[in-house]
Protein backbone atom coordinates (compact mmCIF):
# COMPACT_ATOMS: atom_id res chain seq x y z
CA UNK A 1 0.00 0.00 0.00
CA UNK A 2 1.45 3.84 -0.97
CA UNK A 3 2.01 5.78 1.75
CA UNK A 4 2.82 9.33 1.05
CA UNK A 5 4.02 11.56 4.37
CA UNK A 6 4.41 15.52 4.16
CA UNK A 7 6.23 16.96 7.29
CA UNK A 8 5.67 19.66 8.92
CA UNK A 9 1.83 19.10 8.63
CA UNK A 10 1.62 22.66 10.50
CA UNK A 11 3.85 25.50 9.78
CA UNK A 12 3.88 28.92 11.04
CA UNK A 13 6.90 31.10 9.73
CA UNK A 14 7.67 34.98 9.54
CA UNK A 15 7.72 36.63 6.29
CA UNK A 16 10.84 37.26 4.55
CA UNK A 17 12.47 33.76 6.05
CA UNK A 18 12.72 30.38 3.91
CA UNK A 19 11.72 27.20 4.64
CA UNK A 20 10.88 23.40 3.24
CA UNK A 21 8.40 21.21 2.67
CA UNK A 22 8.78 17.73 2.69
CA UNK A 23 7.02 14.64 1.37
CA UNK A 24 8.09 11.25 1.23
CA UNK A 25 6.41 8.08 -0.02
CA UNK A 26 6.78 4.40 0.00
CA UNK A 27 6.65 3.10 -3.12
CA UNK A 28 8.94 3.91 -6.36
CA UNK A 29 7.49 6.16 -8.79
CA UNK A 30 8.56 9.28 -10.82
CA UNK A 31 5.17 11.21 -10.81
CA UNK A 32 4.49 13.43 -8.29
CA UNK A 33 2.36 16.63 -8.07
CA UNK A 34 1.93 19.36 -5.58
CA UNK A 35 -1.24 21.52 -5.00
CA UNK A 36 -2.29 24.53 -3.15
CA UNK A 37 -5.81 24.75 -1.27
CA UNK A 38 -6.81 27.84 -0.06
CA UNK A 39 -9.85 28.08 2.78
CA UNK A 40 -12.85 26.75 1.48
CA UNK A 41 -11.36 26.51 -1.67
CA UNK A 42 -10.69 23.73 -3.94
CA UNK A 43 -7.04 22.37 -4.89
CA UNK A 44 -5.12 23.85 -7.42
CA UNK A 45 -2.37 22.58 -9.46
CA UNK A 46 1.30 23.73 -8.37
CA UNK A 47 3.93 21.40 -10.07
CA UNK A 48 4.15 18.13 -11.82
CA UNK A 49 7.30 16.23 -11.47
CA UNK A 50 8.15 13.78 -13.57
CA UNK A 51 11.74 12.22 -13.33
CA UNK A 52 14.35 12.29 -10.92
CA UNK A 53 16.06 15.07 -10.29
CA UNK A 54 13.21 17.39 -11.85
CA UNK A 55 12.99 20.94 -10.51
CA UNK A 56 10.28 23.33 -11.21
CA UNK A 57 9.90 27.10 -10.30
CA UNK A 58 7.31 29.60 -10.16
CA UNK A 59 7.57 32.96 -7.97
CA UNK A 60 9.17 32.06 -4.40
CA UNK A 61 8.35 28.41 -4.89
CA UNK A 62 10.46 25.48 -5.88
CA UNK A 63 9.60 21.49 -6.13
CA UNK A 64 11.83 18.87 -6.67
CA UNK A 65 11.66 15.81 -6.70
CA UNK A 66 14.48 12.48 -5.84
CA UNK A 67 13.09 9.33 -7.50
CA UNK A 68 15.53 6.97 -5.29
CA UNK A 69 15.49 8.64 -1.51
CA UNK A 70 11.37 8.80 -3.06
CA UNK A 71 11.30 12.46 -1.60
CA UNK A 72 10.00 15.17 -2.97
CA UNK A 73 10.39 19.07 -1.58
CA UNK A 74 8.64 22.31 -1.55
CA UNK A 75 10.97 25.03 -1.16
CA UNK A 76 9.68 28.30 -0.18
CA UNK A 77 11.77 31.76 -0.49
CA UNK A 78 11.56 34.49 1.27
CA UNK A 79 7.89 33.66 2.12
CA UNK A 80 4.82 36.46 1.81
CA UNK A 81 1.79 36.46 3.41
CA UNK A 82 -0.19 35.46 0.48
CA UNK A 83 1.65 31.95 0.04
CA UNK A 84 -0.50 30.74 3.57
CA UNK A 85 -2.59 28.05 2.09
CA UNK A 86 -2.42 24.02 2.52
CA UNK A 87 0.02 22.39 0.27
CA UNK A 88 -0.39 18.88 -0.55
CA UNK A 89 1.69 16.03 -2.64
CA UNK A 90 0.28 13.17 -4.21
CA UNK A 91 1.81 10.43 -6.11
CA UNK A 92 0.73 8.39 -9.16
CA UNK A 93 2.10 5.14 -9.57
CA UNK A 94 -0.80 3.43 -11.20
CA UNK A 95 0.82 4.18 -14.89
CA UNK A 96 -2.88 4.76 -16.13
CA UNK A 97 -5.76 6.93 -14.55
CA UNK A 98 -5.87 5.53 -11.40
CA UNK A 99 -6.23 7.72 -8.41
CA UNK A 100 -3.56 10.03 -6.90
CA UNK A 101 -2.48 9.14 -3.37
CA UNK A 102 -2.02 12.20 -1.34
CA UNK A 103 0.01 13.61 2.07
CA UNK A 104 -2.51 14.67 4.67
CA UNK A 105 -1.42 18.55 3.49
CA UNK A 106 0.89 21.26 5.02
CA UNK A 107 -0.96 23.73 6.69
CA UNK A 108 1.54 27.18 5.88
CA UNK A 109 0.78 30.49 7.87
CA UNK A 110 2.91 33.00 6.96
CA UNK A 111 3.08 36.20 9.72
CA UNK A 112 3.94 39.40 8.68
CA UNK B 1 -14.35 27.32 -20.45
CA UNK B 2 -16.19 26.41 -16.87
CA UNK B 3 -13.78 23.80 -16.17
CA UNK B 4 -14.83 20.98 -13.91
CA UNK B 5 -17.96 22.02 -12.14
CA UNK B 6 -20.01 20.19 -9.01
CA UNK B 7 -23.40 20.73 -7.60
CA UNK B 8 -24.92 21.34 -4.99
CA UNK B 9 -22.27 23.44 -3.34
CA UNK B 10 -23.61 22.41 0.23
CA UNK B 11 -25.92 19.80 1.79
CA UNK B 12 -27.61 19.02 4.67
CA UNK B 13 -28.83 15.25 5.10
CA UNK B 14 -30.39 13.64 7.53
CA UNK B 15 -29.18 9.63 8.87
CA UNK B 16 -30.85 7.57 6.13
CA UNK B 17 -31.50 9.69 3.44
CA UNK B 18 -30.51 9.59 -0.49
CA UNK B 19 -28.60 12.29 -2.39
CA UNK B 20 -26.64 12.23 -5.79
CA UNK B 21 -24.14 14.65 -6.25
CA UNK B 22 -23.38 15.85 -10.24
CA UNK B 23 -20.24 16.53 -11.51
CA UNK B 24 -19.73 17.92 -15.15
CA UNK B 25 -16.22 18.81 -17.13
CA UNK B 26 -15.43 20.63 -20.12
CA UNK B 27 -12.57 19.78 -20.83
CA UNK B 28 -12.51 16.98 -22.98
CA UNK B 29 -11.04 14.99 -20.51
CA UNK B 30 -10.85 10.81 -20.38
CA UNK B 31 -10.95 10.02 -16.79
CA UNK B 32 -12.85 11.59 -13.34
CA UNK B 33 -12.53 11.27 -9.61
CA UNK B 34 -14.31 11.26 -6.70
CA UNK B 35 -12.55 11.71 -3.00
CA UNK B 36 -13.46 13.10 -0.14
CA UNK B 37 -11.60 15.55 2.21
CA UNK B 38 -11.80 15.36 6.13
CA UNK B 39 -9.91 17.67 8.60
CA UNK B 40 -6.20 15.94 9.03
CA UNK B 41 -6.77 13.04 6.32
CA UNK B 42 -5.74 14.55 3.02
CA UNK B 43 -7.82 13.52 0.31
CA UNK B 44 -9.15 9.92 -0.15
CA UNK B 45 -10.56 8.25 -3.22
CA UNK B 46 -13.84 7.00 -3.75
CA UNK B 47 -14.54 6.17 -7.19
CA UNK B 48 -12.77 6.75 -10.63
CA UNK B 49 -13.46 6.34 -14.04
CA UNK B 50 -10.91 5.57 -16.61
CA UNK B 51 -13.25 6.35 -19.43
CA UNK B 52 -16.80 6.53 -20.81
CA UNK B 53 -18.78 3.40 -19.28
CA UNK B 54 -16.14 2.11 -16.67
CA UNK B 55 -15.75 2.88 -12.81
CA UNK B 56 -13.60 1.63 -10.33
CA UNK B 57 -13.45 1.70 -6.71
CA UNK B 58 -10.68 3.74 -4.43
CA UNK B 59 -9.79 3.39 -1.35
CA UNK B 60 -13.04 4.23 0.57
CA UNK B 61 -15.98 3.09 -1.85
CA UNK B 62 -17.97 1.53 0.63
CA UNK B 63 -21.51 3.59 1.09
CA UNK B 64 -21.76 5.10 -2.65
CA UNK B 65 -22.05 4.33 -5.93
CA UNK B 66 -21.66 6.63 -9.06
CA UNK B 67 -22.71 6.54 -12.52
CA UNK B 68 -20.43 8.21 -15.45
CA UNK B 69 -23.83 9.28 -17.55
CA UNK B 70 -21.12 10.25 -20.84
CA UNK B 71 -17.78 11.68 -21.63
CA UNK B 72 -18.57 14.91 -19.65
CA UNK B 73 -20.82 13.45 -16.54
CA UNK B 74 -19.70 12.08 -13.34
CA UNK B 75 -22.22 11.26 -10.36
CA UNK B 76 -21.43 10.02 -6.85
CA UNK B 77 -24.32 8.64 -5.11
CA UNK B 78 -25.78 8.07 -1.40
CA UNK B 79 -28.47 5.43 -0.92
CA UNK B 80 -28.45 5.95 2.57
CA UNK B 81 -25.98 8.26 4.13
CA UNK B 82 -24.66 7.82 7.23
CA UNK B 83 -23.12 10.85 10.01
CA UNK B 84 -19.44 8.99 8.93
CA UNK B 85 -20.11 10.58 5.14
CA UNK B 86 -20.39 14.43 6.21
CA UNK B 87 -17.18 15.23 4.28
CA UNK B 88 -16.14 17.75 1.41
CA UNK B 89 -16.62 15.95 -1.93
CA UNK B 90 -14.63 16.85 -4.85
CA UNK B 91 -14.70 15.66 -8.71
CA UNK B 92 -11.95 15.93 -10.72
CA UNK B 93 -10.60 15.09 -14.33
CA UNK B 94 -7.46 14.46 -16.38
CA UNK B 95 -6.35 13.73 -19.84
CA UNK B 96 -5.49 10.06 -19.00
CA UNK B 97 -5.71 7.90 -20.60
CA UNK B 98 -4.25 9.37 -23.85
CA UNK B 99 -2.99 12.46 -24.20
CA UNK B 100 0.04 13.09 -22.24
CA UNK B 101 2.07 10.99 -19.87
CA UNK B 102 1.20 11.73 -16.39
CA UNK B 103 -2.42 12.21 -14.19
CA UNK B 104 -2.12 16.05 -13.45
CA UNK B 105 -5.86 16.45 -11.70
CA UNK B 106 -8.02 19.10 -12.20
CA UNK B 107 -10.25 19.99 -9.56
CA UNK B 108 -14.14 20.95 -8.74
CA UNK B 109 -14.91 23.48 -5.87
CA UNK B 110 -16.70 20.85 -3.47
CA UNK B 111 -19.69 19.87 -1.70
CA UNK B 112 -19.71 20.23 1.32
CA UNK B 113 -21.85 17.54 2.77
CA UNK B 114 -23.22 17.32 6.74
CA UNK B 115 -25.44 14.22 8.03
CA UNK B 116 -27.18 14.83 10.79
Known amino acids: ELKVEQNPLFLSMQEGKNYTIYCNYSTTSDRLYWYRQDPGKSLESLFVLLSNGAVKQEGRLMASLDTKARLSTLHITAAVHDLSATYFCAVDIGGGADGLTFGKGTHLIIQP | NAGVTQTPKFQVLKTGQSMTLQCAQDMNHNSMYWYRQDPGMGLRLIYY???????DKGEVPNGYNVSRLNKREFSLRLESAAPSQTSVYFCASSFLPGRGIYNEQFFGPGTRLTVL
Open chain 2, 49 to 55: SASEGTT
